[in-house]
């Protein structure tokens, strides 16, 4: 589809296509993504680049640019305006600050329904996480009027109608619905939105090799991460190592909540840990055929 700038990005037209994303001075550099034909070698649409200079991103959220990578990211994971994108469970926002203003109606967050959990603490947990989201686009209309939200129960999940989106991301869940025992479920769903040839563009906590279900590290497999997406029926295009961090030894105390942004440690550790960065990640594209 052709490109439509928003009127609310006009600002940043001029300027912000000569950003550069932040040096990263708490973590070893990424490797660079393999330079292989395909999506990978697409140049990232020049509207993100206003996005991710917006205003309206929390100084908090910018200054883990360094870690998160969103430029090159979305352009790994072939984002372009005109796309209906679908973020499963975004969490504080983090990435929404970028993809709704950027995307406007082509944005869907997709956010647990609380009254799908069971009550006490997995219902409220969800019901505060509903709220935060909701508090977020209310306080920034501009920014997020037209972001639409879909309600979805992690069990038998639908994220819209089927064959209806371009791309669903995700990114840090998987070991939660792995831990939930709803992550087949979860992939099917996402499989069942998409076009075909629709990406699933997919960023996790990278374990050093297969971990159990109930484990309580954060950490995934990136093997098992890869086999739950091809037993709904998606192929792997592509693994790009832009979010990797070598320096991340994953075997903290508290998994991967003891660093950054959770640093969750003891006071006296915190120069080693910030030293280290947030974690490894895998971040992997696939394609429903």
Avoid at 238 to 252: G, K, L, Y
Avoid at 272 to 279: C, K, L, N, P, V
Wanted: with cysteine; glycine share 10%; net charge negative.
């Amino acid at each position: 589809m052709a490109a439509r700038l928003s009127p609310l990005l006009i600002p940043f037209f001029l300027a912000a296509c000569a950003a550069t994303p932040a040096t990263d001075t708490g973590a070893a550099a990424a490797p660079a993504p393999a330079q292989a034909a395909g999506m990978s070698m697409r140049a990232p649409d020049p509207l993100l680049d206003q996005a991710l200079g917006g205003a309206w991103r929390s100084p908090e959220n910018v200054a883990r640019d360094q870690y998160r990578h969103p430029r090159e990211t979305l352009a790994f994971f072939g984002i372009e305006t005109g796309q209906t994108v679908v973020e499963i469970t975004p969490g504080g926002g983090w990435y929404a600050e970028i993809l709704a203003p950027w995307l406007r109606t082509g944005y869907v967050a997709a956010v647990v329904d609380p009254q799908a959990r069971p009550e006490g603490r997995a219902r409220d947990y969800a019901a505060r996480s509903k709220d935060g989201l909701d508090a977020l686009f209310a306080a920034k209309p501009a920014q997020f009027s037209d972001a639409r939200v879909v309600l979805y129960d992690p069990k038998t999940p639908v994220f819209g109608p089927a064959g209806s989106a371009d791309a669903v991301l995700t990114f840090r869940n998987v070991h939660n619905w792995r831990s939930d025992g709803v992550a087949g479920a979860m992939f099917k769903g996402f499989f069942e939105v998409l076009k075909p040839g629709g990406v699933l563009g997919v960023v996790e906590h990278r374990a050093a090799g297969d971990v159990a279900d109930d484990d309580g590290s954060g950490y995934v497999g990136q093997n098992q991460v890869i086999a739950l997406a091809t037993a709904a029926g998606f192929r792997l295009d592509e693994a790009s190592e832009i979010n990797a961090n070598p320096r991340d030894t994953r075997n903290h105390p508290n998994g991967v909540w003891t660093l950054p942004p959770g640093n969750n440690h003891d006071a006296e550790d915190r120069q080693m840990y910030q030293a280290i960065g947030e974690s490894d990640r895998m971040t992997l594209r696939f394609i429903k055929p």
